[in-house]
């Protein structure tokens, strides 16, 4: 119940819906939690709701950090 | 997926590993207690625990919220649903939860209760609109993260006029469980909890923020750390929480930056309070009756409170006492410490919630981890 999953904004609908894009399969979702999203924005959805925004920056960021760690263990003795 | 498969990359965990390996100290153990079932199976569905170093230990905490639901709320669920004017909607995970007398939702939706499985709590309110003679009731269940949700429900029903609608609230709130959880106040079952620091919640968070575990992490001394649900998330926050236990430091760090911030879903959390107010208290499977750790519908929101509309009431049963679950749950034993693990009890014949959920820990080492036992 508690697994969710990032998806893409396709498509605002009114009453607080919007299509999202999952893997390139579609399903309409409540955005009522969420303040101005638009086409293009990153979420993450969970029983049918986006419960937050997925900040790119913020991902970007913690790849680059990941990237960093991951090669420095690398360079260890196992 | 996006912002998924990048998280997944099999080199970069590799090294994470080795540099966990590298900078746990070798003289001591590290146990960290991963609060959330979304993690828990994850570390079993990626093999976590085969790539950490033997010293660092991930318990597994109590953060399914299926599996701490004790029987009693399944009993109260089923005598609503066998109520002939009642439909009850559900989440999937609960269809099979064993109340106390071995009855389950799914047995009394064979003997002819309109139980119906839903995805979203927007299905609740299209099934009580295509159904205006039938009392609509939505199993609410959850942490932080579906309890929003529930509250967009009530809002959307007022706004419709909707008559035939109402939830049975079992929504509980995280901070409340960890903090009875470091508190070891249930301590009749078996003792104390060691733990060094938590892995913390990811969705919850992105709902509640970090803040409110600031003041359990200096109360107890316990460093928390906010981790992803990807194998490279969590493997990051455990070696954050390695650094903070080696410099004898107990902050609250936030790895999941990408969703969540100190502050949280403000639009989230003031629904949800417009419509919730605390219990007193509430009991969990495994944890007892813990203190303001439940929520309920406010006064003004009574007509939409199953609870109150229906006169249902709770009678506390034991737990069927082979089951582990309780100390499952509190992090004291594991899924083959239990007699009936993988012979009486199986995801197809679950004794104890932690193997009907998916994420709880039974269910997650039968499915992924069991192999290992005999290794
Ligand atoms: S194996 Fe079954 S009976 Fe044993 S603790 Fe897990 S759920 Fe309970």
Known sequence: MCLSV???VTKILPDDLAIVSIDSIRKEISIALIDDLAVGDYVLVHVGYALARID???AEHTLQLLHELGSVGHGLQP | MKYADEFRDKTIAQGLARAIGAEAKSQRDYR??????????AIFRYGLEDILPANVRMIHGPGCPVCVLPASRIDMAIRLAELPQVTLCIYGDLMRVPGSQGKSLLSAKAFGADIRMVYSTLDAILIAEQAPNREVVF???GFETTTPPTAVMIRLAEKKWLKNVSVFCNHVLTPAAMHSILE??????GGRIEVDGFLGPAHVSTIIGTKPYEVLAEKFGKPIVIGGFEPLDMMQAILMLVRQVNESRYEVENQYSRAV?????????E???DIFEVRDQFEWRGLGLVPHSGLKLKQAYAQFDAEMRFAMHEVRVADNPTCECGAILRGLKGPVDCKLFGTVCTPETPIGSCMVSSEGACAAHWTYGRFRIIN
């Open chain 2, 271 to 273: 629904k949800v309070s």
């Open chain 2, 32 to 41: 960290f207690m991963e609060f959330c079932g979304g993690h828990t199976h």
């Open chain 2, 261 to 269: 911030t100190r502050k949280g879903n403000r639009r989230a959390k």
């Open chain 2, 184 to 189: 070891g106040q249930d301590i009749h079952n």
């Open chain 2, 139 to 141: 199993f609410a269940i």
């Open chain 1, 6 to 8: 990032p998806a893409e």
């Open chain 1, 56 to 58: 790119p920056a913020e």
